[in-house]
């Protein structure tokens, strides 16, 4: 399975921006896909959970920090995670990975995803 991300970029505080992530490879190792997700790492900190969505779209799960101003959302049928995030702060900057599992025992812990996109950078200026 590959994950290729795409969709970020440069912008000020309060606007949105909106991340997408597509899977692509054998149709068995996509159909096995529950949970896909994002995290994100700022320079210097380590990798932390953004937020994530099983096959069926409910629940969904976020970081405290990101709560209320990020959605995530899923589009089966095009194999598709979606990040949409409002009221973009300064501390949002990050390079954000999408990630995908099957079942798992922790959607919060990155350990629990063995396929990994190649990262997109948000730069939110004050």
């Known amino acids: 399975v590959q994950l290729q991300a795409c969709g970020g970029g440069s912008v000020q505080v309060g606007d949105s921006l909106r991340l997408s992530c597509t899977a692509s490879g054998r149709a068995a190792g996509i159909n096995a896909i529950y949970f896909m997700a994002w995290f994100r790492q700022s320079s210097g900190k380590e990798r932390e959970f953004v937020a994530a969505i099983n096959w069926r779209g409910s629940p969904r799960y976020y970081a405290d920090s990101v709560r209320g101003r990020f959605t995530i959302s899923r589009d089966n049928t095009r194999n598709t995670a979606s990040l949409q995030m409002n009221s973009l702060k300064p501390e949002d900057t990050a390079v954000y990975y999408c990630?995908?599992?099957?079942?798992?025992?922790?959607?919060?812990?990155?350990?629990?995803?063995?396929?990994w996109g190649q990262g997109t950078l948000v730069t939110v200026s004050s």
């Open positions: 990630a995908a599992a099957g079942d798992l025992r922790n959607q919060y812990s990155g350990d629990s995803y063995p396929y």
